[in-house]
């Protein structure tokens, strides 16, 4: 449900729930997104889901759009599996599955654009990844720099 994890960084994905057709949800339903990130943030080791939260960079401020985010997708998932909770590891990989489309689709339709000096987008991890060097080199073996007039003669 969240990427977690001591160190890390997660973002909310509210603008792409939005985007990829996910559910406009009621106003309130941020408490039981965040209560359902509770069991994921005590199987990771912190105390509590705001630690959760902190611990991957998102600021108190912005709590109840992760809530919102997660209610999302709880919502997303039951819809992906005509109304009911995933119960088997075949319906949970079929309903990720869905999920990880549409979230990657919504992600393409904002239309990112990354300098090529910084890499490109990773849309499974939504991150900035390296690409290779396709800049243009001078041919050959760089020569050293000087060193003379790094010390003083004094």
Do not use: H
Not at 6 to 31: D, N, S
Not at 45 to 58: D, K, Q
Not at 74 to 91: I, V
Request: net charge neutral; hydrophobic share 40%; aromatic share 8%.
């Amino acid at each position: 449900m969240f990427a977690a994890g001591r160190g890390g960084t997660a973002v909310p994905r509210l603008r792409l729930a939005r985007l990829g057709g996910f559910f406009a949800l009621v106003p309130g339903t941020e408490a039981a997104g965040l209560s359902a990130l509770a069991s994921t943030a005590q199987s990771n080791g912190f105390s509590s889901t705001a630690e959760l939260l902190v611990a991957n960079g998102v600021s108190p401020q912005m709590f109840s759009q992760v809530g919102r985010w997660a209610a999302q997708e709880t919502a997303y998932e039951l819809k992906a599996n005509g109304g009911a909770e995933p119960t088997s590891t075949a319906q949970q990989t079929t309903v990720t599955t869905a999920f990880t489309k549409a979230e990657c689709t919504a992600a393409k339709s904002l239309n990112i654009s990354v300098s090529p000096q910084f890499g490109r987008v990773d849309y499974t991890q939504f991150t900035i990844v390296p690409v290779a060097n396709t800049l243009s080199q001078p041919e050959g073996t760089p020569t050293p720099a000087s060193t003379e007039g790094l010390t003083p003669a004094c």
